[in-house]
């Protein structure tokens, strides 16, 4: 069943409610944005990781022009491109025991694993309200990967209006056979790591001169073949461009996991991924190992800083 997702109070600013001064400054206020693409891989609670690296990049103000997000990519882009430092971490680890947040629960009594109205609107504009215009005035972009299951392609959507474009993100992270389809801009879209797993040649295709890639899983992951593909020919039989990606989806990934390190090599990309391999879990609620995975992002991102610094100045 495909759904069209309207966002409450999509007129107005949703964080509008809430006094300017009950938010602190965001990150990159007074600084400018660096000329340096950044991708993101997602991973559903995997993406503590990333979260600690991007509060590593914010707490030493390296703030990129463009950010390309999929999935929990997307989201950890977009508190990044808000400034909101902390944010990614602290919401998910408080809200990780919460059916209503991401769970199987939510999945039977909603529809989705991740729970749309409490993820994307009770929890930003009542529990712990977002910044929206600290989104809208970034001197950062955001571009949000979903997969478009009529065409088999990914979808790249600028999001440049923190509350017009939130259908996109929540197409980007709404992951097979647990979430409703999104029907947006006459698209039927869902969770953009089916057709670009990592948006590297995406982001070459922008002109940028330097990249900066962010995955979720260490050097020795190796994607298996879908289990569940008889279940996703069912469900997404009306799509069948869609369904060949899902069922060829790890030859594609497992093929650029093997590339990635020789293009870091190289210099056409910096990587950063787990040191080691991660064993939290897509629907993780335990907050103690969620906090680990985010330290040891933070940790990561800080060991390389310096190659970093280098790759950028060369």
């Excluded at 107005?12 to 602190?24: C, W």
């Excluded at 909101?84 to 408080?94: I, L």
């Excluded at 009306?238 to 210099?267: I, K, M, T």
């Amino acid at each position: 069943m495909s759904t069209v997702f309207r966002t409450q109070g999509a007129s107005n600013p949703i964080g509008s409610t809430a006094p300017e001064t009950s938010f602190h400054e965001p990150a990159w206020n007074g600084h400018d944005a660096y000329p340096a693409n950044l991708v993101l891989e997602g991973g559903a609670m995997r993406g503590q990781f990333t979260a600690g690296v991007l509060d590593c990049f914010m707490d030493r103000k390296l703030f990129c022009e463009l950010v390309i997000g999929v999935s929990a990519g997307a989201l950890c882009g977009y508190n990044y491109v808000a400034g909101e430092d902390g944010r990614t971490c602290y919401v998910n680890t408080k809200y990780s025991a919460d059916w209503r947040y991401l769970s199987l629960k939510s999945f039977v009594r909603t529809g989705n694993a991740f729970g749309r109205d409490f993820a994307f609107d009770e929890v930003p504009n009542a529990l712990e309200p977002f910044n929206y215009r600290a989104f809208d005035e970034s001197p950062m972009k955001l571009v949000a990967v979903s997969s478009n299951l009529v065409t088999g392609e990914a979808d790249y959507h600028d999001v440049s209006d923190s509350v017009a474009d939130l259908p996109y993100l929540i197409a980007s992270s709404s992951m097979p056979l647990v979430s409703q389809i999104v029907d947006v801009d006459g698209k039927h879209l869902l969770d953009g790591g089916t057709c670009d797993s990592v948006p590297i040649v995406h982001s070459w295709l922008t002109g940028a001169k330097k990249h900066i890639v962010v995955l979720t899983q260490a050097a020795d992951y190796v994607k298996g073949p879908n289990k569940l593909m008889a279940l996703l020919r069912q469900r997404y039989g009306d799509y069948p461009f869609y369904l060949e990606r899902l069922q060829h989806r790890h030859y594609e990934y497992n093929r650029l996991y093997r590339a990635l390190p020789s293009l870091h090599d190289e210099g056409r990309l910096f990587l950063i991924r787990p040191p080691e391999p991660v064993t939290v879990g897509s629907m993780e609620k335990d907050p103690s190992k969620l906090f680990a995975l985010y330290e040891q992002g933070y940790a990561e991102a800080a060991r390389m800083w310096p190659a970093l610094e280098r790759y950028l100045s060369e």
